[in-house]
């Protein structure tokens, strides 16, 4: 699976993407979301507060308890800010 | 009616979208645009310029998305978003949406109804860079507020 991240959140990760098999325990974006925060430091700060960090299931947004089974594209954000 | 939806680095000219949805038409009685533009100042300190992230593909389908929304909610004849990314220095250009209907309600409501949207939806994302540094802009729940009336009524 194609994992995507943007603004603050590239940046606190340290990359703009990867390719990431999860555990097959990890069924929500939420999950997905904990399990990540725990892969190191920059993750962690990405992570801090998980309330605040948006996510996208092929390109369309999702709330924390989306399923990711079948996801080919995954991408976390900070709120956004265009226009 | 085929929205024309654009993301793009260079500027964009007001006059020639409108010309370009309104040419050869004479259905259309009304054409609404806003224009949103990067401000010199953000929260009292002079900016250099915005540098506007965005994530490509979802920024597409998700305007594309939000066009539907509209022309399913008013009569729409056409409609153009345009939004850059990249660098924009204050005074410059940041978003175009321009409208098209027979009367005038349907191209205002619609008009406001996708900024509204592309505000707090569209994955878009604003960094300012100042003498002190560089930011990234918080969202504000202004936006947010301003996009839940279209659902709350």
Known sequence: MKVRYFAWVRERVGKAEEEIDPPPDIATVGEFVAWLAQRGEGYAHAFENPKVVRSAIDKTHV????RIKGASEIAFFPPMTGG | MIPTIRLQRERFDVADEIAALTRGRTDIGAVVTFTGICRADEGGEPIAALNLEHYPEMAEAEIGRHVDMARS???LLGATVIHRYGRIAPGEDIVLVVT???HREAAFAAAEFLMDYLKTRAPFWKQVE???GKSWVEAKTADDKAADRWTSS
Do not use: D
């Open chain 1, 63 to 66: 709330p924390a308890n989306a």
């Open chain 2, 73 to 75: 909610r008013w009569p």
């Open chain 2, 100 to 102: 098209a209907s027979s």
């Open chain 2, 130 to 132: 100042k003498e002190s």
